[in-house]
C-alpha cells in the first residue's frame, strides 16, 4: 500500500515491475505504449508520447534499460489525490541519469498508472 503522507518514499518494490516494463517499452520505441500491454499501465496519449520521444532522443545519452541503482532515486510523494511518481532513467554511457519518468497513480482507482512526461526536471 503507498503512504498518504506528505514525504518521499521509495518506490516500493511491488510496483518496480511496471516502471521496468515501461522503459522497457520506451527503450523499444513504444512511446506510446500501444504494443507493449503492460497490466496496471494506461497506454499514453499520442502528444504525451511525442513529447516524451523528442525529449529522449535530445537528451544525448541513448537510454538503456532500467539498471539496479535506479531504485537508490525513484521517489514518490501523495499530492492532492494522486501518487506522482519520479524514476530516473538508466543510459547506456552511466547507471543512472538526470532524464526522469515521471508517472501518476489516482486514488480513485489505485490500479492505473499514466505516464504523462519523460523529461529533465
Known sequence: MLEADDIE???PP?????FHAIADAFFAGDFALQTHVIE???PTGQSAAQF?????YAYGDPIAPLKPATWDRAVYCWMDGYWPFLVDRSTEGG????LTLQAT???????????PSGHVP
Open 95 to 98: 547507471d543512472v541519469g538526470d
Open 14 to 18: 511491488e510496483r518496480r515491475a511496471a
Open 9 to 11: 518514499n521509495p518506490v
Open 105 to 115: 497513480l489516482r486514488d480513485s482507482d489505485n490500479t492505473r498508472i499514466e505516464v
Open 52 to 56: 516524451i520521444a523528442d525529449n529522449i
Open 40 to 42: 496496471g499501465v494506461s
